[in-house]
């Protein structure tokens, strides 16, 4: 049974001319972009720069601060996901979230993954299972965790818990995934494992992903979308940006003379 | 003002211990002075007056607040607690009155570490306790007054030996047709509404009809100590009262002055004692009325004249005194025996 | 001989070598000792309790009457007589119907109010809610145990057919009187639930009804559950209400509609010294060690929760757990607990679904529940909010009409025409007076002691725990002890002296623990920066932590004596009903605001029932001035923080 509706062909992210406000603070600043389907895309630059705001922007998490206003159009699958008539429920389940610092539920492994199911109306005990099992597979956390479903989240690793909030939302089958900075909490080997699974992730899902690590993101990524004070410094394949960026900015930050 | 400099002295004391800034010290300083300055302001007599602490008996409490307040010699301040906590007041040195609507018993000296045969059948001390002599002063009547409900056509005559059955344990009557006597009566459950056995008024009534109450050879216990829940008590005369008013099958017994504030809510019961007449309880009969029991307070001794307690004793047993005991609800003295307050007061010279 | 000298006087010489030397700073040492001397006074109270009711308990089970085998099992409970049995299931048995039945009640609308509190007002809504909640708690128990008497339990005798005193009364009056306690704990637990967790539920597509009902409840669940412990020990120490409402009969019964007698009831009984001296007055203290013990482990439990959670720590190694045997094992005990509770929950909700074939939850039907459930657990603030208007309503149409002038200034005469409270309330004042000037140093030293001067070590982890402790033993049990210790030991007698110390004594873990919070609040980087510049301890307290914590000191000040003014069980019988007076010196007797409330409520006519509404009108005033203030300044402190 697949959780997926309105599949549609070429669902590319079309980003443009978004402006978002903290109030008075003028975050993100017209920015204009288009995510590409089944790729993985990477949001760089120095800290304060916007990314992670634009990132939440792509399932409607910026709804949840207070004061924060956002205008222009996203479009996704032939609608504009900033209208306020676009429920963010549902599309939170099409456009996952991983956040930066690992935050599983203090409860089971298995209660972890089963609680997105379980909230858009699977109760079916064999299907959860099947889910939790996949979703854990696909996460390569199955190996390390499969014998004990039933153990506190809490008790895992660092690594571990973060391939359990990757396979958290992988359990309710999104389009997209969405990645906030997920190793600036992990140690060099735990980090490895998750460049490897966003490697794979590629194959089935649209990855987006906020890193300040430049290495990582030519590792990992690719696209490239260098940001820089809210503004869309420049965005093109990965290969390019680094290794032939049009732009002063672009290059002065690839070559560290500011960070 | 002694209040004040205590508190100066105080402040002064622990400004080394004192954390808060100094406008909290500052500002209590000028709200304690703004009031002591206000209440200089409306306290208008009491300047120099002595202090008596009267305590005791909540049976006497409104006779003590009453005459408490109509004494002009000195500011009085009255609190309950009990006759046994009035009696331990007094033998503690607590209090400069002990009000008791019991007699003293062996048992209040013994409470103190006394020796418990210093005290005499009739409620006086031979030899003192602490230091303390306590002499006891009847000041006057209570008339105790069973009660039922207004639609009670039963019960309105009972005897010592019914009030024997509906209010011991000794084979209680359940229903009211149970009761030795009572043939009108309607086979319905009783209930009984009276105080519980912290009360004087309950310790009395059951003086009166169990044999030998309080000694080896007690015949019976009451109603409440069988356990069987007809006996509802209660501290409270208005709960009592509510109770009959509201029950038709209920009975209870509380001080006559009680019944007296509301007589239409309640009927009372005509009592006869072993060998006599059916009597009422009223403030004129209680001559006659077998359940009608002496009030006291207990001093430290006769207090000698010019002393204020001497003064307040004597206004007490005077006629300014006595007139007042009828407002409250109570007997005065010569209604029961015309040299009582006379023979006291003799002893008061 | 001169080696030792030479010694002695090296000490205090300025040593040319070492410009560093210590000095010998007597300021600094004898306020460390003061402090000290403070903290441990927590300790000397909690003796003087121990000895109070050990001391009684003692000489009740040396009686010959009595048994301690039936003590504990009997199921009659008759003091006195010429037969007495004392057996404490009766009173146990009061107790428990009471104090269970207003959890049953306070529970679900306690976490309902806090869940919608905390997770679905907006910030104006609950600046108005919040206020209300806080005047529900300041509001004392005599004025509850009157609404009680006069309005509820008409209402269950006219419509239920209930006793003149009946349970029902009680239990309903004492849930309301808890749910402040439930609510403002649990809305502490809700909040600490990091944010992060609340966010990633969203993330996954959940609504905020399932994100609330799924995520952050079951996180906060300890303290919740410890709010409702802490709640549940607070009833059954409740003595006012129970006095007042719930009767004096020891029976064993379940009955909500009968009367009955609680252990605190019994010991009030026995405290206003009506009881015939002998064994069923040394069976008060009994009672009393009962009483004490319940609601002390139930403390124990819940506060250690209630701490994790209020200052952000998190619970000590299970190494410390595993040191002291009784703590671990009755946290094991906790454990337990909430693991039997998530099963039966789990188990409830597993019957549920076999009962009811759940139907496919739609987008829709979802978005139903979520409206459904925001509803009904609003629906619990709206039960609060009626039950307050109710009570004032009450209060003022019956009091508010004795309001004139004569009852400000003339003393309670017996004629109630003429009667009026002006010693009474200069009683309550003065009275106040005492207790702050005890209370206030001794609270705000210890905490300071035990904040910025006390190494970690075992005596002060013990110190802050007796603290805490103290603050959960019922007022009654205060009241015994002030009675035996200050009034008879010390000889002070029935004065203001013993009623504000015995006041002191309940005031002080509130005034610690609100201290500790407000000296906790302010940054470590000011201590850092005043001890960076050479400041010692003392003075690093005195110029910068002080001042900075000083609104939050304040207004824990405030709430505390304005919570001892509304006590009426611990000063009962040393009060006074009748004077014309006030007091004018330490030693003299006294009248109080609540326990004329209590006089006049238990008078036969009207007019005393009137007299004693106008004095809960007055006394409710008072109680709400002083809180008034104690916001203002905690606002203001708020607004013009920069920290």
């Not at chain 3, 809305?187 to 944010?195: E, F, G």
Request: charged residues 20%; proline residues 4%; aromatic residues 10%.
């Amino acid at each position: 049974m697949s959780l997926r509706n309105n599949k549609k062909d070429n669902k590319s992210i079309k980003i443009k001319n978004v402006n978002v406000f903290y109030g008075d603070n003028h975050a993100i600043k017209d920015v204009t972009m288009d995510v590409k389907e089944k790729r993985v895309t990477a949001f760089i630059g120095p800290s304060g720069c916007g990314k992670s705001t634009l990132l939440r922007c792509l399932n409607r998490m910026n709804d949840e601060i207070v004061g924060c206003r956002t205008e222009g159009v996203i479009e996704w699958g032939g609608v504009n996901i900033l209208d306020k008539k676009v429920d963010p429920v549902p599309l939170r389940r099409a456009v996952g979230m991983v956040f930066q610092k690992p935050n599983p539920f203090p409860k089971s492994i298995y209660d972890n993954i089963a609680y997105g199911p379980r909230i858009h109306g699977i109760t079916n005990k064999k299907i959860l299972d099947n889910i939790v099992n996949k979703s854990l597979k696909d996460a390569a956390l199955w190996e390390e965790t499969g014998e004990r479903l039933g153990d506190s989240a809490m008790g895992l690793s660092g690594g571990q818990q973060q391939r359990l909030c990757i396979a958290r939302s992988l359990a309710i089958e999104p389009e997209v995934i969405l990645m906030d900075e997920p190793c600036s909490a992990l140690d060099p080997i735990a980090t490895a494992k998750i460049e490897d699974l966003i490697n794979e992730l590629k194959k089935n899902y649209t990855v987006i992903i906020v890193t300040h690590n430049m290495q990582q993101a030519a590792r990992v990524s690719d696209y490239t979308g260098f940001f820089y004070l809210g503004k869309l410094i420049e965005y093109g394949q990965t290969k390019q940006i680094f290794e032939n960026p049009k732009e002063e900015l672009t290059e002065n930050y690839m070559t560290g003379r500011f960070g | 003002m002694l209040l004040f400099s205590s508190l100066g002295d105080y402040i002064v004391k622990i400004n080394k211990n004192k954390k808060l800034g100094r406008s909290m010290i500052g500002v209590l300083i000028i709200v304690t002075l703004c009031i002591s300055f206000l209440s200089g302001c409306i306290e208008s007599e009491t300047g120099g007056t002595p202090k008596l602490t009267q305590t005791g008996s909540s049976t006497v409490l409104p006779l003590a607040i009453a005459w408490a307040e109509e004494f002009d010699g000195a500011d009085i301040s009255v609190s309950g607690g009990g006759s046994s906590h009035g009696i331990n007041s007094l033998l503690n040195g607590e209090a400069d009155l002990g009000d008791a609507s019991r007699l003293m018993k062996g048992l209040d000296y013994e409470k103190l570490g006394c020796n418990a045969e210093l005290v005499n059948e009739d409620g006086t001390a031979s030899a003192s306790c602490n230091g303390i002599l306590p002499t006891k002063w009847i000041v006057a009547y209570d008339v105790l007054a069973v009660v039922v409900n207004n639609n009670n056509d039963f019960a309105t005559e009972l005897s010592y030996d019914q009030l024997y059955e509906i209010f011991t344990d000794d084979n209680s009557a359940v229903y009211w047709d149970d009761v030795t006597g009572l043939d009108n009566a309607p086979h319905q459950l009783i209930e009984i509404y009276a105080p519980d056995e912290a009360s004087g008024t309950y310790d009395f009534f059951f003086e009166e009809i169990i044999p030998n109450w309080g000694k080896d050879g007690q015949q019976a216990d009451t109603r409440l100590n069988s356990g069987d829940g007809v006996y509802h008590p209660s501290a409270d005369d208005n709960v009592i009262l509510n109770a009959v008013k509201d029950n038709e099958y209920a009975i209870g017994y509380f001080g006559f002055a009680y019944y007296n504030e509301n007589p239409s809510l309640l009927q009372t019961v005509w009592i006869a004692d072993e060998g006599t007449d059916y009597e009422e309880p009223s403030l004129a009969n209680v001559a006659d009325y077998p359940m009608a029991r002496p009030l006291h307070i207990y001093t430290d001794g006769i207090p000698e004249s010019g002393n204020v307690i001497n003064e307040y004793l004597k206004y007490i047993l005077g006629d300014n005194g006595q007139d007042i005991v009828p407002d409250v609800g109570y007997v005065r003295l010569n209604l029961v025996d015309e040299n009582l307050a006379s023979s006291q007061l003799a002893k008061l010279k | 001989m001169s080696k030792i000298f030479r010694k002695f006087k090296d000490k205090f010489r300025v040593d040319e070598d070492n410009p560093f030397k210590s000095h010998f700073n007597l300021t600094e040492k004898t306020i460390t000792f003061l402090l000290f001397c403070s903290a441990s006074t927590a300790i000397i109270i909690s003796a003087a309790i121990i000895y109070t009711l050990l001391e009684g308990s003692l000489s009740f089970f040396n009686n010959p009457l009595v048994n301690i085998l039936e003590f504990l099992t009997g199921s009659k409970w008759v003091p006195s007589g010429s037969n007495p049995i004392f057996g404490i299931l009766p009173l146990l048995s009061g107790t428990i119907l009471i104090a269970g039945g207003a959890l049953i009640i306070a529970t679900p609308l306690g976490i309902s109010a806090a869940l919608f509190l905390s997770e679905f007002t907006s910030v104006k809504l609950r600046s108005i809610i919040k206020p209300i909640i806080e005047i529900l708690a300041g509001i004392p128990s005599i004025v509850y145990g009157f609404f009680a008497l006069m309005f509820i339990s008409t209402f269950f005798r006219d419509n239920f057919g209930a006793s003149y005193f009946n349970a029902i009364s009680a239990i309903i009056v004492i849930a309301v009187m808890i749910l402040p306690i439930v609510i403002s704990i649990s809305d502490d637990a809700i909040k600490a639930v990091p944010n992060h967790l609340r966010e990633t539920s969203l993330a996954l597509g959940a609504t905020k009804w399932e994100t609330s009902t799924k995520v952050v409840l079951p996180a906060a669940s300890s303290g919740i559950v410890a709010s409702v412990l802490l709640g549940l020990a607070r009833a059954i120490g409740e003595t006012m209400v129970v006095v007042l409402a719930a009767g004096s009969i020891a029976k064993l019964t379940f009955n909500p509609f009968d009367e009955v007698m609680t252990m605190s009831a019994y010991i009030a009984k026995v405290a206003t010294g009506d009881i015939p001296p002998g064994v069923a007055v040394s069976a008060g203290f009994a009672v009393g060690l009962v009483l004490f013990l319940m609601t002390y482990i139930i403390n124990l439990i819940a506060s250690k929760v209630v701490f994790e959670i209020k200052t952000g720590t998190t619970v000590k190694s299970k190494k410390q757990k595993r040191k002291k045997f009784l703590i671990g094992y009755f946290s094991k005990i906790y454990e337990f607990v909430l693991l039997g509770l998530s099963s039966i929950l789990n188990g409830l909700h597993h019957i549920k679904n076999i009962i009811w074939k759940p139907r496919s939850l739609t987008l829709d039907r979802r978005y139903w529940k979520q409206r459904i459930g925001v509803t009904l657990i609003g629906g619990s603030i709206i039960f609060v909010a009626v039950f307050l208007v109710l009570l004032l309503v009450y209060l003022i149409s019956e009091g508010i009409g004795g309001l004139n002038a004569t009852f400000f200034t003339s003393y309670p005469s017996w004629h109630p025409e003429k009667a009026g409270i002006y010693p009474v309330i200069m009683g309550s004042i003065y009275l106040m007076g005492l207790t702050l000037l005890f209370s206030a140093p001794l609270g705000v030293g210890a905490a300071v002691y035990l904040n910025e001067f006390a190494k970690d070590t075992r005596y002060t982890r013990f110190l802050r725990r007796i603290i805490q402790n103290l603050a959960g033993v019922p007022s009654i049990v205060f009241g015994l002890m002030g009675l035996t210790i200050f009034v008879r030991l010390f000889d002070f007698g029935p004065s203001l002296l013993s009623g504000s110390l015995i006041l002191t004594i309940m005031a002080l873990p509130i005034i610690v623990v609100s201290t500790e919070e407000a000296v906790k609040s302010v940054p470590d980087s000011f201590r850092e920066a005043a001890r960076g510049v050479g400041s010692t301890k003392w003075q690093t307290v005195r110029h910068h932590v002080l001042p900075s914590a000083s609104p939050g000191i304040m207004t824990g000040i405030i709430l505390s004596i304005s919570r001892a003014i509304g006590e009426t069980a611990p000063i009962l019988f040393i009060v006074s009903f009748f004077a014309k007076t006030a007091p004018s010196g330490i030693f003299d007797s006294f009248m109080a605001l609540p326990a004329q409330i209590f006089y006049w409520t238990t008078q036969p006519k009207e007019e005393f029932h009137t007299l004693a509404a106008s004095t809960i009108i007055v006394l409710l005033l008072i109680l709400f001035a002083m809180n008034a203030v104690a916001i203002i300044i905690r606002q203001r402190a708020q607004s013009r923080r920069d920290w």
